[in-house]
C-alpha cells in the first residue's frame, strides 16, 4: 500500500467536457502538481485520466468525472510513495516509527491542501458568477 493515499470529492456545476477539456491540458498539470511528472497510462476522454506519477513521488493518479445533475464530482486519487533522493522513478522507505508517520502525515497533508487550493480555484474559473443553488 502507498504510504500516500488520498481520495477527494468537489463538485463542480460545469459541463462534464467543459471540465475534460481542462483536465486534458498538460500545461495545467504542471501548475497542479510541479513537482511531480505525470504519465498518461490510460486516457478515458470524458471520464477523466489515469497518469503513473515519478519525480518527488513515485506511484499513481487519477482524475475521474463522474457526471451528477447538471455538474460533475470530480474524483482525485493519489496513491504515492515519496521518492528515493536522487532518483525520481523509485520510491524510498519510509521507517515504521513515530517520526517516518509523521513525516507522511506531514507529505500527506501538503498533497491534500495543494489539491483543495488547486480544485477550489478550478472551481471559481469554471463556475464563473454563479451564485449556489443556481443552475449551470
Known amino acids: 500500500m502507498a504510504s ?62 463522474e457526471q451528477v445533475g447538471d455538474g460533475v464530482l470530480l474524483h482525485y486519487y493519489l496513491r504515492a510513495d515519496p521518492a528515493l533522493p536522487g532518483s525520481p522513478a523509485m520510491a524510498r522507505t519510509i521507517p515504521a516509527s513515530p517520526h517516518g508517520r509523521r513525516q507522511i502525515d506531514a507529505l500527506r497533508n501538503r498533497h491534500a491542501m495543494a489539491w483543495k487550493r488547486t480544485v477550489w480555484a478550478l472551481k471559481d474559473e469554471l463556475e464563473g458568477g454563479r451564485r449556489p443553488g443556481d443552475p449551470r
Open 4 to 65: 500516500v493515499d488520498l481520495v477527494d470529492e468537489t463538485y463542480v456545476v460545469v459541463d462534464r467536457a467543459q471540465l475534460a477539456l481542462v483536465v486534458a491540458d498538460r500545461t495545467r498539470w504542471q501548475l497542479w502538481w510541479p513537482e511531480l511528472t505525470l504519465t498518461v497510462f490510460m486516457d478515458r476522454g470524458l471520464d477523466g485520466i489515469r497518469w503513473s506519477v515519478s519525480g518527488a513521488m513515485v506511484g499513481s493518479s487519477e482524475i475521474w468525472l
